[in-house]
């Protein structure tokens, strides 16, 4: 085993001494002698694992941003990330039973989420992450 500038130690324990001589199987002579060795690796600065000195800032969609007075008054916050905004409008969709009961995949909007959705009377459940967009400030 090749070690490069010591980062790891590797030691042979005493109890695989005697698997080294050789036998005297005539089986055995034939085939090269592979010892059972034991390893014993150290734990070193190198191999250690880094440490987490704080949570990583959420980014992209789950980063908080700024919203639109019309997204603010269905989320009930005026910075929130796309996320948790999806998820309180499926809420609200939910709670108020607006799907359409033939088609599930249809949203039947009431005034709230015409305000969101561009004043549409119906909106696919595809189509709603594509609407909020806008509503999002920079």
């Keep these: 085993m090749a070690v490069s500038s010591g980062i790891i130690s590797t030691f042979i324990s005493a109890e695989t001494a005697p698997l080294l001589k050789s036998s005297s199987s005539p089986a055995l002579r034939l085939s090269p002698v592979r010892p059972n060795l034991r390893m014993v690796r150290t734990l070193t600065y190198a191999t250690a694992s880094k440490v987490v000195t704080g949570e990583r800032q959420p980014r992209g969609i789950m980063k908080p941003r700024p919203v639109s007075p019309e997204m603010q008054s269905l989320v009930g916050a005026p910075e929130i990330s796309r996320t948790q905004a999806l998820k ?36 696919g459940f595809l189509e709603i992450a594509g609407l909020i967009s806008p509503h999002f400030l920079k």
């Design 88 to 123: 309180r409008i499926w809420a609200h969709i939910k709670e108020n039973n607006l799907q359409d009961p033939e088609n599930k995949k249809i949203i039947i909007c009431d005034e709230k989420l015409k305000k969101i959705f561009g004043g549409k009377d119906r909106v």
